[in-house]
Nanobody, 115 residues
Framework: QVQLVESGGGLVQPGGSLRLSCAASGSINSFNAMGWYRQAPGQQRELVAKITYIESTIYADSVKGRFTISRDGAKNTVYLQMNSLKPEDTAVYYC?????????WGQGTQVTVSS
């Protein structure tokens, strides 16, 4: 069992930036990938970004060029740098540990983009 703890969410104005962190209780190198997902009220959970153990990345079209996912295997931590935030980025952001599918989830961190 691996515990994932997200942090770094909050309220930010449109155009602003936030950096989310996901700290794992075990080695993230044992997973095929780590991912960030988000879920807005009344919406399905969607993939935002994913990074594999060889650090290849995938992004949702809606965040390409604005968000950057990274990982630190020594610290067992995954990051999501979010720039040029828009109101439509408002959601609860979840970290996930992935083998073929997500198998562990964090509790989520709220990101609200509003003026």
């Amino acid at each position: 069992q691996v515990q994932l703890v997200e942090s770094g969410g909050g309220l930010v104005q449109p155009g602003g930036s936030l950096r989310l962190s996901c700290a794992a209780s075990g080695s993230i190198n044992s997973f095929n990938a780590m991912g960030w997902y988000r879920q807005a009220p009344g919406q399905q959970r969607e993939l935002v970004a994913k990074i594999t153990y060889i650090e290849s990345t995938i992004y949702a079209d809606s965040v390409k060029g604005r968000f950057t996912i990274s990982r630190d295997g020594a610290k067992n931590t995954v990051y999501l740098q979010m720039n040029s935030l828009k109101p439509e980025d408002t959601a609860v952001y979840y970290c996930s540990a992935i083998r073929l599918l997500p198998i562990y989830w964090g509790q989520g961190t709220q990101v609200t983009v509003s003026s």
